[in-house]
């Protein structure tokens, strides 16, 4: 079949799942028509239209903007179902009950339009009994899409087909949903639970086992099972709380009633009184009355925990911290503590990855697709054969030996050699013809990771380094904790300029941490504070102006490719940058405010000239300067690329990606598009509405404080900021100029890191991370 592009979707079923489907698709840009039963004659589309209500709500949210939520069409299945003759994708999302789905795809048949993909995003029901039934033509058209919850947030994205199913066609729809739904797609076999729910409701089950056996408590089992294996820190019995107490025995008899009774799990399944009790009594997690851990209101919002040998609630008590190399991942190190520490990460360690590894490859072609699996669908930081390469294959499997359990053909093949290797570079995985393959790259990836691998930077320091990336192109890479902006990173930007400025056509901004940068480093500042070395927090804020502005005119297109939080200086350099390819889950914003601060790296200079020339805006110095001054006072940030746009963060001109993995790639694309007749910009000049405005900002200010929505030094910093919108002493027939504002910038910084109150803020967000409401 051609390989047509997915133009329109319809997604089945407006329950959490196909709702959050539905809206992913929509973030994509893509109009999807979402349909679901009649429950009310007086508005027969009320379900759907409840759903989209309701995601246009909720926090985190769905949509990355109120644009997306207005390319969902909703509908019924009794009246609308012929419509998904104009859809290209159909996704199945109803009850996991195989009866519903067969009569669905029934009615679908009679009405979709051949070689349109149906697919079905059930956790539980084997592909071959879902199309039992249907014509040769639907099950070459049939698939499974397997998506994580929520959708919008959860890379993963399980892809199984059947011996029937038409190959060109999977491969199209696991590549729209890489390309423009962001996934990580996963090939998974046709076999209960797939992989990331086999192997994870698995571990679920070997934590709680052990934890009752051992007589352990809910803290302690957790501050094991958590970040010491490098698993989230909600530990095992946080999770069941998160996703819900009462879906753990839908999963348990959904995996008892298909999988061999050989299989391990088998032996493990376990029903508990005290769980059953306590989803009969409301417990079902976060979203009932609580969970394993609850907050009880009539205590005053005591944190508790259920005593599993009781089954009553107690105050929740802090568990013993590990110390040593136990704390810090090593596995060995953690199974070989005395006690029921020790006791309990076996239990759980040896059961699971045993199980992990008689996997393959009966739930994935490789070790490779198992590890995915559990980094993307429950946030592992190692996969389970990652994990064997931390113990030694030879170590698990001779311990397992020694106990007499059986060991999995794979541990036997590895023998003393390691699941995953680099080679030339390269980074490669054990098959099981126990030769070694490279790890593959979906086609048009690029990352830092590997180019690091296999050459060495241009120049570097302790926080920043310059990277070829080939086609004359640079990369800018942050290094430092947390990606903050120092001083070194400062120096580098401008030695990169002159490098890239000889040898080079473009610079690419990037990197690969947790986040692009979380602004400037506030410990070093804090530290200057409290030594009052003045000077030298000058000489930091006038040397961030001149990086930046060089950027800014440097003579090549600069590029910067944010994700994660781009906040406070991290913003600053987008906007200094001559275009930004932004990945979809961008938050970026000038939060120095929050900290007592205002932007001192030519962020409001930026600002002003973005919203001075959007044309939405009326005519005149005040509409532009009102607007930043809304952004900017409260501490705006944007949750979403696209968000971005709407508050001038990001141009409409600006790219996204969706897939984090293509971000490098399209930035680099960017980059070379802009170089032909590349000139850099005009400096902007503005006229500024002066004191007159800066009253104005001020009244504004003291509404949201007689709001409450405002704290006293609130006040102060926002007539700091105002001073600098305004244009200080400016005047309307004045012009202002680029260095007028940033001289306004430097003298707002300065004045406010002298207040106590400023201070005291900084302190606040260093220990706590949230800002303290002075």
Same mark, same amino acid.
């Given at each position: 079949m051609s390989a047509a592009p997915v133009k329109k979707v319809c997604v089945i079923g407006a329950g959490t799942m196909g709702a959050g489907i539905a809206a992913q698709v929509a973030n994509a840009g893509i109009p999807v028509l979402l349909l679901d039963i009649v429950r009310d004659p007086s508005d027969r589309n009320a379900v759907a239209k409840g759903a989209v209500a309701k995601m246009l709500k909720t926090d985190p949210a769905p949509f990355m903007s109120k644009a997306a939520a207005k390319l969902v069409e909703t509908g019924n299945i009794? *009246?609308?179902?012929? /419509? %998904?003759?104009?859809?290209?994708? &159909?996704?199945?999302?109803?009850? =996991?009950?195989?009866?519903?789905?067969?009569?669905?795809?029934?009615?679908? =048949?009679? %009405?979709?339009?051949?070689?349109?993909?149906?697919?079905? !995003?059930?956790?539980? @029901? $084997?592909?071959?009994?879902?199309?039992?039934?249907?014509?040769?033509?639907?099950?070459?058209?049939?698939?499974?899409?397997?998506?994580?919850?929520?959708?919008?947030?959860?890379?993963?994205?399980?892809?199984?087909?059947?011996?029937?199913?038409?190959?060109?066609?999977?491969?199209?729809?696991? *590549? +729209?949903?890489?390309?423009?739904?962001? /996934?990580?797609?996963?090939?998974?076999? *046709?076999?209960?639970? +797939? @992989?990331a729910n086999r192997v994870g409701t698995f571990w679920i089950q070997a934590g709680l086992n052990a934890a009752f056996d051992l007589g352990l408590g809910v803290e302690e089992a957790d501050a094991i099972a958590g970040a010491p294996m490098g698993v989230p820190k909600t530990g095992i019995f946080g999770l069941v709380d998160l996703v819900g107490i009462d879906l753990m025995p839908h999963?348990?008899?959904?995996?008892?009633?298909?999988? $061999?009774?050989?299989?391990?799990?088998?032996?493990?399944?376990?029903? #508990?009184?005290?769980?059953?009790?306590?989803?009969?009594?409301?417990?079902?997690?976060?979203?009932?009355?609580?969970?394993?851990?609850?907050?009880?209101?009539?205590?005053?919002?005591?944190?508790?925990?259920? *005593?599993?040998?009781?089954?009553?609630?107690? $105050?929740? %008590?802090?568990?013993?911290?590990?110390?040593?190399?136990?704390?810090k991942g090593d596995l060995n190190a953690l199974i070989a503590l005395p006690g029921k520490t020790g006791a309990y990460a076996w239990a759980i360690l040896g059961e699971t990855l045993a199980y992990a590894a008689s996997l393959v490859p009966q739930a994935a072609d490789s070790v490779v697709g198992i590890d995915e699996a559990m980094r993307l669908g429950y946030n592992w930081k190692y996969g389970p054969f990652e994990m064997i390469d931390r113990i030694g294959a030879k170590v698990l499997a001779d311990k397992l030996a020694a106990e007499g359990r059986p060991v999995?053909?794979?541990?036997?093949?590895?023998?003393?050699?390691?699941?995953?290797?680099?080679?030339?570079?390269?980074?490669? #995985?054990?098959?099981?013809?126990?030769?070694?393959?490279?790890?593959?790259?979906?086609?048009?990836?690029?990352?830092? =990771?590997?180019?690091?691998?296999?050459? /060495?930077?241009?120049?570097? !320091?302790?926080?920043?380094?310059?990277?070829?990336?080939?086609?004359?192109v640079a990369c800018l890479e942050f290094t430092s904790k947390m990606n903050a902006l120092d001083g070194d990173i400062l120096k580098l930007i401008g030695e990169s300029i002159g490098? %890239?400025?000889?040898?080079? /056509?473009?610079?690419? &901004?990037?990197?690969?941490?947790?986040?692009?940068?979380?602004?400037?480093?506030?410990?070093?500042?804090l530290f200057a504070l409290n030594i009052a070395a003045w000077s030298e927090i000058e000489k930091l804020v006038s040397g961030g102006q001149m990086a930046y502005k060089a950027l800014k005119y440097a003579p090549f297109p600069v590029v910067s490719a944010p994700f994660g939080t781009a906040l406070g200086g991290g913003c600053e350099i987008l906007l200094h940058s001559d275009a930004v390819q932004a990945h979809a889950e961008s938050y970026i914003g000038l939060v120095e405010c929050g900290v007592g601060l205002v932007p001192g790296w030519g962020g409001c200079g930026e600002m002003l000239h973005r919203w001075q020339s959007n044309k939405a805006l009326p005519r005149g110095p005040m509409p532009a300067v009102a607007k930043v001054f809304e952004i900017v006072s409260t501490a705006t940030f944007s949750k979403s690329a696209a968000e971005a746009k709407d508050y001038g963060f990001l141009r409409a001109s600006d790219g996204v990606t969706m897939n984090r993995d293509r971000l490098l790639?399209?930035?680099?694309?960017?980059?070379?598009?802009?170089?032909?007749?590349?000139?850099?910009?005009?400096p902007a000049t503005f006229r500024l509405p002066g004191a007159s405005g800066r009253v104005a900002m001020k009244l504004a200010a003291e509404s949201f404080h007689k709001q409450g929505k405002a704290t006293d030094y609130d006040l102060v910093v926002s007539d700091t900021l105002a001073e600098v919108l305004s244009g200080g002493d400016a005047d309307l027939v004045d012009i202002v100029t680029e260095q007028d504002l940033m001289a306004l910038e430097r003298k707002g910084f300065m004045t406010r890191v002298h207040d106590p109150r400023t201070i005291a803020r900084v302190e606040q967000m260093l220990l706590t991370g949230k800002p303290l409401r002075n």
């Open positions: 009794e *009246d609308d179902l012929a /419509k %998904v003759a104009d859809c290209d994708w &159909i996704v199945e999302a109803i009850i =996991e009950r195989i009866d519903l789905k067969q009569g669905l795809y029934e009615k679908l =048949e009679a %009405v979709r339009t051949p070689g349109t993909a149906v697919s079905s !995003n059930t956790s539980t @029901i $084997p592909l071959a009994n879902l199309i039992e039934g249907r014509s040769e033509a639907f099950a070459r058209d049939f698939l499974i899409t397997h998506f994580f919850n929520p959708p919008r947030y959860m890379r993963l994205l399980e892809v199984v087909s059947g011996p029937k199913s038409d190959p060109a066609l999977v491969d199209r729809i696991a *590549d +729209f949903a890489d390309r423009a739904l962001g /996934k990580s797609v996963v090939r998974a076999k *046709d076999t209960p639970g +797939f @992989i999963l348990q008899a959904s995996l008892t009633q298909t999988l $061999p009774k050989s299989d391990r799990y088998q032996d493990l399944a376990r029903s #508990y009184p005290l769980i059953d009790k306590m989803i009969a009594d409301g417990y079902t997690g976060r979203k009932g009355k609580g969970g394993f851990y609850r907050l009880n209101r009539e205590a005053g919002k005591r944190k508790e925990t259920v *005593d599993l040998a009781t089954g009553d609630y107690r $105050p929740q %008590v802090k568990a013993a911290t590990l110390s040593g190399p136990a704390a999995p053909a794979i541990l036997t093949l590895a023998g003393d050699r390691s699941f995953y290797r680099f080679e030339e570079g390269k980074r490669q #995985y054990l098959g099981l013809d126990g030769a070694y393959h490279d790890v593959p790259r979906a086609e048009g990836v690029l990352l830092l =990771e590997d180019i690091k691998r296999v050459s /060495k930077p241009i120049i570097r !320091n302790g926080s920043a380094s310059l990277w070829d990336i080939g086609d004359g490098v %890239v400025a000889q040898k080079y /056509k473009a610079l690419v &901004i990037y990197n690969e941490g947790a986040n692009f940068s979380a602004g400037a480093n506030l410990g070093l500042a790639a399209d930035a680099k694309a960017k980059a070379l598009s802009l170089v032909d007749g590349y000139t850099p910009p005009a």
